[in-house]
């Protein structure tokens, strides 16, 4: 392993202060998951338009995809490009879904701002045990730490969670309290992956269970929370993919209404990352059925780009910018 190095020297920042503008001015900041250039280079160009502050994370497998190494740069890159693009953004590198101290003590070396400790799916003692050991040693560096109470269903990252468990908020007080978490992911009916609800014929998205929220806030009044597994799964998307050889079946999100309402409350940090594959997957499957002659990756990944970065375009599905009041600087 290299030498440590502090985010602070890749002219990043941690998520203190911006969750303390969103909580204050009623908005969320986009957690955007990315896997490679094209779609952090769009992650960064549309938040630079939109003059939001961002959080760029990647999960496990995403950072052993990249490489480490590669992935501060990158992360270097996306502040100097924000800059040169005019504006002088909050950005924040995020583990998500850590699933060790050692995991996320190593991104911590390598230049992260915020990791996530996910415990959620231990006994309630081991999580906290787990979350207590990373927060003290990213607090040493002054980075903050995201944990998470209550199971989400769905995948995430190597972690199969066939149901979830609300979070219960006679919990969030004691957990917070003994583990020096600066956030806390829950669990309201959200979950990960493309596909969040089972719909019958005519069936409507439920509601999130709002309720949990409310109770949580008024444990924990003030504290940052955050949502996971919050793509809206635009369905214009899942049609292209569809109608160019793909098969995404029961593919539903959730509606940007609640995500806004969510947003409004103390929810600081929505998470997403379906929404980004599902735009890329599309239109590089449209761009390659359409130019069937075409080899040139800068082309169909280009495409992908395009599609996902410029704020002008009202379909861009994880800009937040598009989602009024959602993540900008009040
Ligand atoms: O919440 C989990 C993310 O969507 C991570 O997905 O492990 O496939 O990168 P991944
Ligand atoms: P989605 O699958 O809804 O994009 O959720 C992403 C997420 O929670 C990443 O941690
Ligand atoms: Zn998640």
């Not at 900041?29 to 160009?45: G, K, R």
């Not at 082309?299 to 996902?308: F, I, P, Q, W």
Request: net charge negative; with cysteine.
């Amino acid at each position: 392993m290299a030498e440590p190095i502090h985010y602070s020297k890749l002219g990043l920042v941690n998520t203190k202060e911006m969750f303390a503008r969103a909580f204050d001015g009623g908005y969320a900041i986009p957690a955007y998951n990315f896997n490679n250039m094209e779609q952090l280079q769009a992650i960064v160009t549309a938040c630079a338009e939109g003059k939001s502050p961002v959080i760029i994370q990647v999960s496990k497998g995403a950072r052993q995809y990249a490489n480490a190494t590669m992935l501060r740069h990158m992360a270097m890159g996306a502040v100097e490009m924000t800059r040169e693009l005019g504006v002088d953004l909050p950005v924040s590198l995020h583990l998500d879904h850590g699933d060790s101290f050692e995991l996320c003590k190593s991104c911590i070396d390598s230049g992260f701002s915020s990791v996530m400790i996910d415990g959620s799916h231990l006994s309630y003692a081991e999580n906290v045990a787990l979350t207590r050991q990373v927060v003290e040693y990213a607090h040493q560096f002054d980075v903050t730490v995201e944990g998470e109470l209550g199971v989400l269903a769905g995948i995430e990252d190597e972690v199969v969670a066939e149901q979830s468990t609300y979070t219960q908020p006679e919990e969030v007080e004691d957990f917070v309290a003994k583990t020096g978490v600066d956030s806390l992911a829950i669990s309201i009916g959200t979950s990960h992956g493309a596909c969040k609800f089972k719909l019958k014929e005519g069936e409507e998205v439920p509601p999130l269970r709002f309720d949990i929220l409310a109770e949580v806030e008024k444990r924990i009044p003030g504290f940052p929370i955050v949502l996971h597994g919050a793509s809206s799964v635009i369905q214009e998307y899942v049609d292209l993919i569809n109608e160019y050889g793909g098969s995404l079946d029961g593919a539903v999100g959730v509606p940007e209404e609640q995500l806004r309402k969510a947003a409004k409350s103390a929810v600081c940090k929505i998470n997403i990352d379906s929404d980004g594959r599902l735009a890329v997957t599309a239109k590089v499957r449209e761009y390659l059925a359409n130019n069937p002659e075409e080899f040139d990756p800068r082309k169909y990944l280009g495409a992908a780009r395009a599609e996902t970065a410029p704020i002008s375009n009202s379909r861009v599905p994880w800009n937040g910018c598009h989602k009024p009041r959602l993540n900008r600087y009040a």
